[in-house]
C-alpha cells in the first residue's frame, strides 16, 4: 500500500502570508496527487489534480506542484476564508489520503 | 448539476449490518467510477472502496475487506455500501464521491461528494 506523509499537521499563519503544505509518497506515484479542501461539518472540495492542475472555479492563490514521491501545496497569499484542514490524496494505486494539514489564523 | 444524496446512516450494534446508498443526478453515472470515502469523529478522510462504471469490479481498503460490498445500479443512477459485521472503529461519516473516469485505478475520485451520512457502531 501506498503511504502518504503530509506535513504539517498543523499551522497558523497570518492572512497574506504564503503558506506551504508538503506530502511525501512511500513510492514513485508520478504526478497522480490531489488536494483536497474540508471546511468544518462539510464534505470536501477539489483543488487540485495531477499534482499540479487547478479545478475549475479554485481561485487562482492555490497552486500544486511536484512528482515521483515529493508533492507541495502552496496558498500564495492565505485568506481568512481558507481556513479549513487541506488533505493530499494519491491515486497512482487504489487512493490513500494523507493525514491533513489544519490552517489556522494567527 | 452533478448532485449526490446519501441516504441510510444512523446507529447500529457493534456486530451489526447497515445498508448505505447514493442517489445521484446530473451526469452520465455509468461512465464514472464510485468511491466511498468516511471520516471517523475528529479524524482524517480514509477510502472505503470503489467501483469501475460499467464493470462492476471492485475495490477495497485492508480495513474493510471481506465486510463490506459496494455495488451500483446504473439503471438508477445509485451507489450501495452493505456494510457488515461492524465494529465501533466503522463510526464516522460515510461520503460517496464521484471519480474522474469510468475506473478508479489510475484516476482520482472527488471531484464531486455527496453531505455524507453518519453511522454510529455503538452498544
Known amino acids: 500500500d501506498i503511504q502518504m506523509t503530509q506535513s504539517p499537521s498543523s499551522l497558523s499563519a497570518s492572512v497574506g502570508d504564503r503558506v506551504t503544505i508538503t506530502c511525501q509518497a512511500s513510492?514513485?506515484?508520478?504526478?497522480?496527487v490531489t488536494w483536497f479542501q474540508q471546511k468544518p461539518g462539510k464534505a470536501p472540495r477539489l483543488l487540485i489534480y495531477d499534482a499540479s492542475k487547478l479545478e475549475t472555479g479554485v481561485p487562482s492563490r492555490f497552486s500544486g506542484s511536484g512528482s515521483g514521491t515529493d508533492f507541495t501545496f502552496t496558498i500564495s497569499s492565505l485568506q481568512p476564508e481558507d481556513i479549513a484542514t487541506y488533505y493530499c490524496?494519491?491515486?497512482?494505486?487504489?487512493?490513500?489520503f494523507g493525514g491533513g494539514t489544519k490552517v489556522e489564523i494567527k | 448539476e452533478v448532485q449526490l444524496l446519501e441516504s441510510g446512516g444512523g446507529l447500529v450494534q457493534p456486530g451489526g449490518s447497515m445498508r448505505l446508498s447514493c442517489a445521484t443526478s446530473g451526469f452520465s453515472f455509468s461512465s464514472y467510477a464510485m468511491s466511498w470515502v468516511r471520516q471517523a469523529p475528529g479524524k482524517g478522510l480514509e477510502w472505503v472502496s470503489g467501483?469501475?462504471?460499467?464493470?462492476?469490479?471492485?475495490y477495497y481498503a485492508d480495513s474493510v475487506k471481506g465486510r463490506f460490498t459496494i455495488s451500483r445500479d446504473n439503471s438508477k443512477n445509485t451507489l450501495d455500501l452493505q456494510m457488515d459485521s461492524l465494529s465501533v472503529e466503522d463510526t464516522g461519516v460515510y461520503y460517496c464521491?464521484?471519480?474522474?473516469?469510468?475506473?478508479?485505478?489510475?484516476?482520482?475520485?472527488?471531484?464531486?461528494w455527496g453531505q455524507g451520512t453518519l453511522v454510529t457502531v455503538s452498544s
Open positions: 464521491a464521484k471519480g474522474s473516469a469510468i475506473s478508479p485505478i489510475g484516476a482520482y475520485s472527488g471531484d464531486f
Open positions: 490524496q494519491q491515486y497512482d494505486n487504489l487512493l490513500t
Open positions: 513510492q514513485d506515484i508520478s504526478k497522480y
Open positions: 467501483i469501475h462504471g460499467r464493470s462492476a469490479v471492485t
